[in-house]
């Protein structure tokens, strides 16, 4: 299972500085705390994917044996340690988003971009994951791409996030219908209202 | 010292043990898979789960802390249901393969599942199925029978010190594996196939070629370095089919090195099975009346000043002695245990040994390693070393090339002048080494054998004296053999007689024509090329260098076909004992040079090898008590002179390849093109 060979890794100054920024939140002795948010660095860098070269570069970083850093990087699902679409669609298909309907979001998401769970569109633009609980339930159906939570979805809202992703525009994360953020969907209801 | 309760008994154990070791101390057996005696703990097999009154759950007691007042019971019905429930687990994703498993009547999950199992699986879903990995030529991988104890992971980490090994993945999908394929870079690997609580791994070359029950079992020790580590040699019929470990706190613990294990092929292949004579520039077999009378008239026609005697790296002390006794007798004093030339001082005992002792490393607070690679010349050395690095505040320091030794050492220098300069006082290190409580040094073969040796070991002995190496109760001078046979072959004084030539004078000798026979026993790490027109008796085991040059062959026994004494760096006098029969007409070498007195007419005074023995103990008291290091009384050795200043360089340049047995052997043909042919000059470890 090893990963796929790439070109040789290592971290841009920028991200040298923020690593080493990093690094010195823990305490003197303990720098392979860093190994986790250094992973996301190299991530990030790399176009969302750690190559083994990145993988021996952050270990080189922390003084650690390379197999550590494997370790860890196999064991975190959010590591990607093969090549990925630009955006990572992840939806979650745990029981309370299966009840709100994931079902049609995937469905949605599969016919729009013409790929399986697992796989990339041709263009490398999207790459389509099945996820378990992302602790947004009470938002139910889920997905996560990039950085942001699309939250209250269907398979419309689903397919218009998509387009616009594709369009090359930023389409607002949080809920997707008339709703501010977790509070009730009839409306405001406090204490005080009861 | 807390005081707890097990089943009802009152059991006092130190603070820090666990309850697992408690249980232990009163002779109750707690089963368990990933718990070691000598690995960290990791508490993930749960099989060691027994009862603690106040705890709602069963706890596992090998990762518990014994505290005063608990109570704990390991014979309840819950214990026993909880570890049957741990073993139902362990079991669904195991093959249930045993009848064809090499591990199957010796492994530890087949024992416990006939304890703690039950007698019918209930699991009928689909079992999961693991690839292989591919580990090198040594420990074979049968992944989809692991059952994740890591106690591998442990081993390769700690003891082994190379972080090669590691869990990939996680749950449902977690993997023992190195991520990257290679194969695991130590010369301690094997010991990963003893640890192996199933057979997940096993030894690639015992692979499905013989069932434990059909083995017959030898207690003795090893040959393959100085250490005289302690083996158990497994063999069926006139074949030794493997090599084990036996526990010995004072030398190998439970551990041996691959060169220790794997080697055993060797015994098989290039043997010597019956005496040949050189005839007509070719050697033809012989019988052994024609081959020693022809030995007999070569040394009886050359007369005891023109024959000489080399001794090689796995002769045992016996038959030293029975050819010390006869050249004495033919007025010969060219005899030399010596063949690499190391300039070792034969007359004072302590400064020739490993006088410390490797378990004595393990007191030591800075160690200086003179001209020595102890990875390569002694793994399990290296390995106390890495042990005592591992408890922290110890110091490692060395003059020679640079070394990856699994733990930091310090470069001082890499020849004789820092040793020259620590020695004359100037350098800083020796404040270090003054300051320290029990510092020790190890001075290796690659410092001694040199022309400059001696000096080398004069300037050895004085920042011994100067930086109070030997103190009240402590001897941190330490040298550190690789052969076998020296140690012994010094005690008994196989060294020049008065006038005698050492092997470089040899070798001239038979270059000029001035020593006309040479008797090499098993010598075959000598440049046979130098032995000119000398007529050469070669009494040895394996077709080598020695034999090749050899004018008349006399057939001896390896280290597990005879019952010989060898004495190890640190003078300890330990017995092998014979595991199968020397091949053919192979015999004991003893036996040989006694048959060999009575063709030329000069019968040695013994006829069976207790009166051997006896002759040698009435000569060398220490060497009658077995299995013990009582050290030597220190006085000065070496002679000043100068010193060349050449770097120091370690003997070993592979560590897979050094004696006969090795050469012959497949397994370490195969580790030496794999680890030293790809690797060499980037390691480091290559001197």
């Not at chain 2, 003891?159 to 394929?181: F, K």
């Not at chain 2, 033919?330 to 070792?344: F, Y």
Request: charged share 20%; with cysteine; aromatic share 6%.
């Amino acid at each position: 299972m090893s990963a796929p060979a790439a070109a040789p890794f290592a971290f841009t100054p920028a991200n040298v500085e923020q690593a080493n920024a990093i690094v010195a939140k823990y305490p003197q002795g303990k720098q392979q705390s860093a190994l986790l948010p250094l992973l996301d660095l190299a991530q990030r860098q790399n176009d969302g994917w750690l190559p083994r070269a990145a993988m021996d570069h952050v270990a080189a970083f922390l003084g650690l044996a390379p197999i550590r850093v494997y370790e860890v990087a196999t064991f975190y699902t959010m590591y990607n340690l093969r090549p990925i679409g630009r955006h990572h669609v992840q939806v979650c298909t745990t029981t309370p988003c299966w009840l709100r309907g994931s079902d049609q979001v995937l469905d949605a998401c599969k016919k729009r971009l013409g790929v399986d769970v697992g796989e990339t569109t041709p263009d490398g633009k999207f790459t389509l994951s099945e996820v378990e609980c992302l602790a947004a339930c009470v938002n139910a159906p889920v997905a996560w791409i990039g950085d942001d939570f699309y939250e209250d979805i269907d398979g419309a809202s689903m397919t218009r996030i998509l387009d616009d992703l594709a369009a090359g525009k930023q389409p607002k994360p949080g809920p997707q219908v008339k709703r501010q953020t977790s509070a009730p969907v009839s409306g405001a209801k406090t204490l005080k209202d009861a | 010292m807390p005081k707890l309760t097990i089943n009802g008994t009152e059991v006092t154990v130190d603070a820090g043990k666990t309850v697992l070791q408690a249980c232990e101390q009163i002779g109750i057996e707690i089963p368990r898979f990933c718990y070691h005696d000598r690995l960290q703990i990791a508490g993930n097999c749960r099989m060691c789960l027994v009862e603690m009154e106040k705890s709602p759950k069963p706890i596992a007691s090998c990762a518990m802390p014994v505290n005063e007042g608990m109570v704990i019971r390991t014979n309840t019905a819950k214990v026993k249901k909880a570890r049957n429930g741990v073993m139902e687990f362990l079991l669904i994703n195991h093959p249930l393969d045993c009848p064809i498993c090499d591990q199957g009547g010796e492994c530890d999950l087949q024992d416990q599942a006939m304890a703690y199992g039950l007698d019918r699986s209930r699991y009928t879903e689909h079992k999961r199925a693991v690839p292989d990995k591919d580990l090198g030529p040594l420990v074979e991988t049968h992944m989809t029978r692991c059952i994740h104890c890591t106690r591998c992971i442990r081993f390769a980490t700690d003891i082994a010190g190379v972080e090669e090994l590691g869990t990939m993945g996680r749950g449902e999908h977690m993997e023992i594996g190195t991520y990257v394929e290679k194969a695991l870079t130590s010369e301690l690997s094997g010991n990963m196939i003893d640890l192996c609580p199933v057979g997940a791994l096993n030894s690639k070359p015992y692979a499905y070629t013989a069932r434990t029950w059909e083995l017959v079992r030898t207690e003795t020790i090893d040959v393959h370095d100085a250490l005289g580590s302690n083996i158990n040699v497994n063999a069926r019929g006139r074949e030794v089919m493997r090599v084990l470990p036996r526990l010995n706190e004072d030398i190998n613990e439970e551990w041996i090195s691959d060169k220790t294990r794997f080697a055993y092929d060797g015994l098989r292949r290039g043997r010597l099975d019956q005496p040949y004579v050189r005839k007509n520039g070719k050697l033809a077999p012989a019988t052994w009346k024609e081959a020693l009378s022809a030995t007999a008239g070569a040394i009886t026609g050359a007369g005891g000043g023109s024959i000489a005697a080399i001794a090689g790296d796995l002769a045992c002390v016996e038959s030293m002695t029975a050819l010390k006794d006869l050249f004495d007798q033919l007025g010969s004093p060219h005899r030399d245990c010596r063949q690499d030339g190391a300039q070792l001082d034969p007359s004072v005992r302590a400064g020739y040994l490993f006088n410390t002792t490797i378990a004595g490393i393990e007191e030591s607070d800075v160690c200086l390693l003179i001209g020595t690679n102890p990875r390569w010349e002694a793994a399990l050395v290296n390995a106390r070393l890495r042990k005592r690095y591992l408890r922290g505040g110890f110091r490692v320091f060395s003059i020679g090339p640079r070394l990856d030794l699994t733990f930091p050492v310090e470069t001082l220098g890499a020849g004789p002048e820092t040793l020259e300069a620590i020695a004359a006082g100037g350098h800083p290190f020796v404040e270090t080494l003054s300051a320290a409580k029990r510092p020790m040094m190890i001075l290796g073969q690659g410092a001694l054998a040199r022309a400059d040796g001696s000096a080398i070991l004069a300037a050895a002995w004085r920042i011994a004296v100067t930086c109070r190496l030997v103190r009240d109760g402590w001897n941190g001078f330490n040298v550190l053999h690789i052969a076998a046979a020296r140690v012994g072959g010094l005690d008994i004084g196989f060294v020049p007689g008065k006038g005698g030539l050492d092997v470089s004078g040899m070798l001239d000798g038979a270059s000029s024509g001035k020593t006309q026979v040479v008797y090499l026993l098993g010598a075959d790490e000598i440049d046979v090329r130098r032995l000119g027109s000398a007529f050469v008796i070669y009494q040895g085991h394996h077709g080598d260098a020695g034999a090749n040059r050899a004018d008349v062959i006399l057939p001896g026994a390896a280290y597990t076909e005879k019952s010989a004494l060898y004495v190890n760096t640190e003078g300890r006098v330990q017995q092998t004992k014979r595991v199968v029969f020397p091949p053919g007409e192979a015999r004991e070498d003893w036996s040989i040079v006694r048959a060999l007195s009575e063709a030329i007419g000069a019968r040695l005074p013994y006829d069976n090898l207790a009166e051997l023995r006896q002759r040698i103990e009435r000569a060398h008291p220490h060497l009658a008590e077995r299995g013990v290091a009582p050290g030597a009384p220190w006085s000065s050795f070496g002679h000043e002179g100068r010193m060349d200043q050449a770097p120091f360089r370690s003997p070993i340049d592979d560590f897979y390849m050094t004696n006969a047995i090795c050469r012959a052997s497949e397994t370490m043909a195969a580790c030496s093109a794999l680890y030293v042919g790809s690797t060499a000059g980037k390691t480091g470890t290559h001197g």
